[in-house]
């Protein structure tokens, strides 16, 4: 205000509002330069931009993980609701034998196996269990397609 003051009356500005008007200045010109210097710094856009890709990478990978599941359980649950219950309750039985089975086979060769082989099967048993609804899934289509088969030969 004071600046207005002794421009209007005519006046020389003083030390004090000289020092003001080049200070003001000087930011404006600061900004100034950095505004296109800002755009055109390719290196730093990328960097910002790799730096929100896994980000996204691991969003897009959990939105896409809950569809499989959701998918998986619905196609489980469309198998059931198809197959009539004599088919189911043999699809129980059998299931429970193989189980049993699997269960011997898997007991024997653990007891024969090396122990990097006893490791990398309880890994692959591990990772079975965390992803159980794909594989219940798949394994009820596979059972769908040899019932459909065991039919059509009939």
């Given amino acids: 205000m004071s600046e207005q003051q ?10 004090q509002e000289l020092r003001e008007q ?7 010109l600061g900004q100034t330069v950095e505004a296109p210097a800002a755009e055109t710094d390719v290196k730093a856009q990328a960097q910002d931009e790799a730096a929100d890709v ?7 990978t959990a939105q896409v993980t809950a569809q499989v599941r959701q ?4 196609a489980a649950q469309l198998v059931k609701d198809k197959t009539p219950e004599p088919v189911l309750d ?3 039985q059998a299931t429970a034998r193989v189980r049993e089975t699997a ?4 007991h024997r060769l653990l007891d024969a196996a090396p122990e990097p082989v006893r490791d990398k099967a309880g890994q692959a048993v591990q990772t ?8 219940l899934a798949a394994g009820a289509v ?6 459909r088969r065991s039919r059509r030969r009939r």
């Fill in 6 to 15: 002794s421009h209007d009356n005519g006046s020389t500005p003083t030390p």
């Fill in 22 to 28: 080049a200070e003001h200045t000087r930011e404006e």
């Fill in 54 to 60: 896994p980000e996204q990478a691991g969003e897009k």
């Fill in 71 to 74: 998918k998986a359980a619905q």
């Fill in 90 to 92: 043999k699809a129980t």
């Fill in 103 to 106: 269960s011997q086979a898997a």
């Fill in 128 to 135: 079975a269990r965390e992803n159980r609804t794909p594989l």
């Fill in 142 to 147: 596979v059972a769908l397609l040899l019932i």
